[in-house]
């Protein structure tokens, strides 16, 4: 079957890159021919000016000092090219492709691909603060053609309230009535599938646990890395309160930090430097998590590869980009205490305590017959 999987634009972020090319690796092994769409849309004018404005009140007016956390200030896109020079020859290796689309209005490009199915999926795809079309992401560019198969594997909303507005809720309620099957992240989805939209949805697990550690072995054999044993942090929202929390896994296990990311953050001021808003390479990010003797983490798949390479973590929860993810993952391993909102939680004896990774192993060999037993099915 030719299979087209749409899912949130595959850029910098290491989780959205694995999530995309774990499911398409699956769906390859299963015998499908299978392309993930190249989507970029651009920002309308009226998007644009809309978050210089919201710049101005949140730094002048509400005197907000993570403000690029909040209305990110974005890259030109020469300087978009430097700074993701890794993350996109790793998709150019590892992710196949359709042509890109930078407009909505050129989806019907895809007519040409002869596609008998769309998966939406992974990631925050039903999440509106992360799509600036979201009924795309619900397929309505497909009309009421009823040949072409509609499925959702893994779709996350990312927190477990709802946040569509009552207009947007009657139209994708409408489109996800079309769906021949939908599954989602998070067990919250399956309550918001049902209240909200009016169908059942099915629980699965991210499609990067799909995969086992060898898999992200082969794609770091791929790059020679230095070896070393660290204290691994993957913070996507730095913090004094999450430094310090750095620090004291640090001092308290006696383990040099390896911090995957940029050594900069891209800003306004950091631009001038481009070279130090690199992202390294995905197999660096993987062998971080491969030669940590602990991992912390704000993010949700550094939580879900710290579980896949068998690592003690700390996750720190992070409400802005959702908190139900983490809580849903954890809970299937019984691992909800790796779950901290505040530095007050971060004892001692939590940095030490044991995680029995035979039951947690146990468990998601579970979960994962049952979960490709629904892509299988489906």
Same mark, same amino acid.
């Given at each position: 079957?030719?299979?087209?999987?749409?899912? /949130?634009?595959?850029?910098?972020?290491?989780?959205g890159l694995l999530q995309a090319y774990a499911l398409q690796k699956i769906l390859k092994e299963m015998g499908h021919e299978v392309?993930?769409?190249?989507?970029?849309?651009?920002?309308?004018?009226?998007?644009?000016?809309?978050?210089?404005?919201?710049?101005?009140?949140?730094?002048?007016?509400?005197?907000?000092?993570?403000?690029?956390?909040?209305?990110?200030?974005r890259p030109s896109k020469s300087e978009y090219k430097i700074i993701s020079q890794h993350t996109q020859k790793f998709i150019k290796?590892?992710? /196949?492709?359709?042509?890109?689309?930078?407009?909505? $209005?050129?989806?019907?490009?895809?007519?040409?691909?002869?596609?008998?199915?769309?998966?939406?999926?992974?990631? /925050?795809?039903? #999440?509106?603060?992360?799509?600036?079309?979201?009924?795309?992401?619900?397929?309505?560019?497909?009309?009421?053609?009823?040949?072409? $198969?509609?499925?959702?594997?893994?779709?996350?909303?990312?927190?477990?309230?709802?946040?569509?507005?009552?207009?947007?809720?009657?139209?994708?309620?409408?489109?996800?009535?079309?769906?021949?099957?939908?599954?989602?992240?998070?067990?919250?989805?399956?309550?918001?599938?049902?209240k909200y939209l009016d169908v059942n949805a099915t629980h699965v697990l991210d499609p990067t646990m799909l995969l086992n550690q060898?898999?992200?072995?082969?794609?770091?054999?791929?790059?020679?890395?230095?070896?070393?044993?660290?204290?691994?942090?993957?913070?996507?929202? $730095?913090?004094?309160?999450?430094?310090?929390?750095?620090?004291?896994?640090?001092?308290?296990?006696?383990?040099?930090?390896?911090?995957?990311?940029?050594?900069?953050?891209?800003?306004?001021?950091? #631009?001038?430097?481009?070279?130090?808003?690199?992202?390294?390479?995905?197999?660096?990010?993987?062998?971080?998590?491969?030669?940590?003797?602990?991992?912390?983490?704000?993010?949700?798949?550094?939580?879900?590869?710290?579980?896949?390479?068998?690592?003690?973590?700390?996750?720190?929860?992070? $409400?802005?980009?959702?908190?139900?993810?983490?809580?849903?993952?954890?809970?299937?391993?019984?691992?909800?205490? #790796?779950?901290?909102?505040?530095?007050?939680?971060?004892?001692?004896?939590?940095?030490?305590?044991?995680?029995?990774?035979?039951?947690?192993?146990?468990?998601?060999?579970?979960?994962?017959?049952?979960?490709?037993?629904?892509?299988? /099915?489906?």
């Open positions: 079957m030719k299979i087209a999987i749409l899912t /949130q634009p595959l850029k910098t972020n290491y989780g392309l993930t769409l190249d989507i970029d849309i651009k920002p309308t004018f009226y998007k644009d000016f809309r978050s210089t404005i919201a710049r101005i009140v949140y730094k002048y007016i509400l005197h907000k000092n993570n403000i690029n956390n909040i209305i990110p200030f290796n590892n992710i /196949q492709t359709t042509e890109k689309l930078e407009s909505i $209005k050129k989806i019907s490009i895809l007519k040409k691909y002869n596609f008998e199915a769309f998966i939406v999926g992974s990631d /925050q795809v039903w #999440r509106p603060c992360y799509s600036s079309r979201i009924t795309a992401f619900y397929l309505d560019f497909l009309g009421n053609d009823k040949t072409i $198969k509609r499925i959702a594997y893994a779709a996350s909303f990312g927190v477990d309230n709802w946040e569509y507005d009552e207009d947007l809720s009657k139209k994708c309620k409408g489109l996800a009535k079309k769906f021949n099957t939908i599954s989602v992240r998070e067990n919250s989805g399956v309550k918001l599938c049902k060898e898999d992200y072995i082969s794609l770091i054999n791929k790059d020679n890395t230095n070896k070393s044993n660290t204290l691994m942090v993957y913070v996507l929202d $730095k913090s004094e309160e999450k430094e310090y929390m750095v620090q004291k896994i640090s001092k308290l296990l006696n383990l040099s930090i390896n911090t995957i990311m940029p050594i900069k953050k891209y800003s306004k001021k950091s #631009r001038k430097n481009i070279n130090d808003c690199i992202f390294p390479p995905v197999s660096n990010w993987l062998k971080g998590f491969i030669d940590a003797k602990y991992v912390i983490t704000d993010s949700f798949h550094g939580t879900v590869f710290s579980i896949i390479f068998n690592k003690p973590f700390i996750a720190i929860a992070n $409400k802005d980009r959702g908190i139900a993810r983490f809580s849903s993952l954890l809970k299937l391993f019984g691992l909800e205490s #790796r779950l901290i909102f505040s530095i007050n939680e971060l004892t001692d004896s939590l940095i030490t305590n044991h995680i029995n990774y035979d039951v947690v192993n146990k468990s998601k060999e579970k979960i994962q017959k049952t979960s490709m037993a629904f892509l299988k /099915q489906i």
